[in-house]
C-alpha cells in the first residue's frame, strides 16, 4: 500500500474491489486513470497525477492498466485512454476522457470544495 500523496498502481482485481469496497465507506475523493503502457497522452498524464497526487493528500489517487486489469476496464466501460472515473462513497460523480490536466485539475478541486474539502 502506498503512502498519501502517492499514485497508487493497482495489479489485481482483488485489489482493485479492496480499494472500491473501501471507498463506497468513505467521503474521500477518488480518482481512477484508466491508463496502458503504450498509449502516449497516459505517459504525458503520469508525472501530473503524480503532482496532484503529492499537492492534494486527502484524494486517493489509483492507475488501473487497462491491458493488465481488462476485466475492470470493462465493468466501468472505459472506451479511451486516459479516461478518469471520479468516485464519491462507490459511485461516479464525474470523468474526464483524454489528457485534459487542466480539466482533471478543476474538477479535482471542484469535488474537494463540493464536500467542504480545502484543497
Known sequence: MAAEGQVIAIHTVEAWN?????????????????????????????????????????????????????????????EAMPTFIFLKGGSIVDKVMGARKDELQQKIELHLCATGQNI
Open 18 to 78: 479492496q480499494q472500491f469496497e473501501s471507498s463506497k465507506t468513505s467521503d474521500r475523493l477518488v480518482v481512477v486513470d484508466f491508463t496502458a503502457s503504450w498509449c502516449g497522452p497516459c505517459r504525458f498524464m503520469a508525472p501530473i497525477l503524480s503532482d496532484l497526487a503529492k499537492k492534494m493528500p486527502q484524494v486517493l489517487f489509483l492507475k488501473v492498466d487497462v491491458d493488465e486489469l481488462p476485466s475492470v476496464a470493462q465493468d466501468w466501460a472505459i
